[in-house]
């Protein structure tokens, strides 16, 4: 099992930056695709964008397409989200995921192992 992290939320204005960090430890990274997830308040998790274990493929929810960057450094076992022109509706809790069972790419069943999430807030 690995322990997930995630940091570089906070609080910023509608079409802000901001770039998410998801560090792993005490497991193995390089051989997992990895997923970003967000939770708005009484909302469902939903997916966001995920990296295959290589970095060779990418895929974006509609919502983030155009605006949201998925990567990775292997070497530093760190995932990253990079998130631009920020919209109010883009205000949750992010989590960071290891894929580690058969099944949908955008499910949340299909991962893992979970960080403890990263609060991103956006205001109009």
């Known amino acids: 099992q690995v322990q997930l992290v995630e940091s570089g939320g906070g609080l910023v204005q509608a079409g802000a930056s901001l770039r998410l960090s998801c560090v792993a430890s005490?497991?193995?990274?390089?051989?997992?695709?990895m997923g970003w997830f967000r939770q708005a308040p009484g909302n469902e998790r939903e997916f966001v964008a995920v990296?295959?274990?290589?970095?060779?493929?990418?895929y974006y929810a509609d919502s983030a397409k155009g605006r949201f960057t998925i990567s990775r450094d292997n070497a530093r076992k760190t995932v990253y989200l990079q998130m631009n022109s920020l919209e109010p509706e883009d205000t949750a809790v992010y989590f960071c995921?290891?894929?580690?069972?058969?099944?949908?790419?955008?499910?949340?069943?299909?991962?893992?192992?979970w960080g403890q999430g990263t609060q991103v807030t956006v205001s109009s």
């Open positions: 995921a290891r894929r580690g069972n058969s099944g949908s790419t955008y499910s949340t069943s299909t991962y893992r192992d």
């Open positions: 990296i295959s274990w290589i970095s060779s493929s990418t």
């Open positions: 005490g497991g193995t990274f390089s051989n997992y695709a």
